[in-house]
């Protein structure tokens, strides 16, 4: 590194939201060739402090300063101007576009007068070469390769576009362990180059790996900026929580012993020779009343596909789902009726952000709450109890989804089914994006509901989720199950080696 200077500072930033200080007093810096993550609990300040750098949110006090001089961005295009990227904490990519229009995404190169195709094809493939992807046919539409691709889509946007500084919010939250490999190889890269990166992420062993600095946030303010060679996993949780934490991962650290406690009673869900072409192939399992069942597979393996059709998003070809001995019936109504509750694996899929928490959360009970009328008090009384047994923050029934952080987003997705105890609750990644205390929040809820009775089918692409809690796990590949975990010790190695395994003979 010839210099030390940073590339952007920050001094005395600070934003507020309505009520609430997202962000104090905040010094920050991030230099040439350097990665520096910023970690903290849900709803921290983290994504917000991202936005303000990016020109996301002009308005905050505080000075920001871009290469030595005072700046004051407008707007993302600004930021982009002057060479700050940002990739967002939900991708904005046009799956149905080629890999290379989307990496061109309004900013087509001209010549004489008309998009010049031949070049923007060319350096689209130099790029994605340069950055170790040169398999990919940048002629083909997105939607055709996985999401390790449309992230690095992103990236490659960001580089084109001449970034200087790159910011990645939560950028490997949906990404199969090959791709968050690559991805942080290639974070490393940039760096290597002499870019600069903010890295967030929940992921602490990441941070640890990728990072050079990680400055960590606690309710808005900063709490230390440390070396990365020089900390561990351990002290950022205690910092970012501001005690010591009993860790989430401890349960599963030398592997968890599953025990199967529940083969004697009558299973409430059986899942008979499901199969559907493409998706996945007679697919059978058994989930007992007060059973978490643990369902494992690398992304696109067709276990959140199974999940869609327990609770009737996805019509099998063939096969059969039986609730309490019954077929469930058609559509999610049905489902919902018949007590199947369903998280899905994107928290955007599943709600309506620019609706307040107590919509989102009384959807699919406003028959029983508000009959015709509809009974807003009876609405808004109903959530605020879910949410605060959830831990939503802030827990404010009439506060719009969109406006609050990822994390807390995905515990009202999670809280609108305890309005009424399901009898099967199909949960998918129901942890993505949360910090290390809320995970151990959502999995105490998930075994208080298995406690009451409830069949729990706990559906995942991150192992630590699925050994936090299943009493027996069940490992899909290609659309087939392919191993079942009981009564032994599981690792996360294991759980790896089976999925991937798999993978390899099946070629
Ligand atoms: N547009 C907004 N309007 C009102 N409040 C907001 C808005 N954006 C963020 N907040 C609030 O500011 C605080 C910080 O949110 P932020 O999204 O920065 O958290 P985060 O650290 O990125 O969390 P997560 O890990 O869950 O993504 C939260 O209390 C959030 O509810
Ligand atoms: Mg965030």
Redesign the pocket.
Known sequence: METTAPLLELHHVA?R??G?Q??SDIDFDVRRGEVHALV????????????ILAGV?PDYEGEMVWQGRTVRLKNPRHALDLGIAMIH?ELSVMPELTVAENIFLGRQPLSGGVVDWPRIFREAEAILAELGFAHVNVREPLERYPLGVHQLTEIARALTSGAELIIM??PTSALSPMETRHLLELTRNLARAGKAVVY?S?FLEEVTWVADRVTV?RD?RKIATLEAGATDKQELVRLMLGKEAAFFEESYMGGRTVVDRHAASEPVLVVEGLTRPRTFTDVRLELHPGEILGLYGLIGSGHFELGEAVYGLLKPAAGRILLEGRPVGVGPRRAIDRGVAYVPPSRRTGLFLEKPIYQNVTLPWLAQISGLVPQIPREVAVTDEVIRRVGV??PDPL?EV?????????KVAIARWLVEPPKVFVVSEPTR???VG?KEEVMKILRELSQAGVGVLLISSEPETVLAASERILVMAKGRIVREFVGETVTKEQLLHAAAGELAEAR
């Not at 903290?40 to 936005?51: Q, R, V």
């Open positions: 934003k939201f309505g609430i997202a962000l903290g609990e849900n709803g921290a300040g983290k994504s917000t402090m991202m936005k949110i904490q919010d939560e967030i929940h946030l808005g923050r802030p506060k969109v406006f609050l952080s990822g994390g807390n987003q995905q994006g949360m910090d809320a």
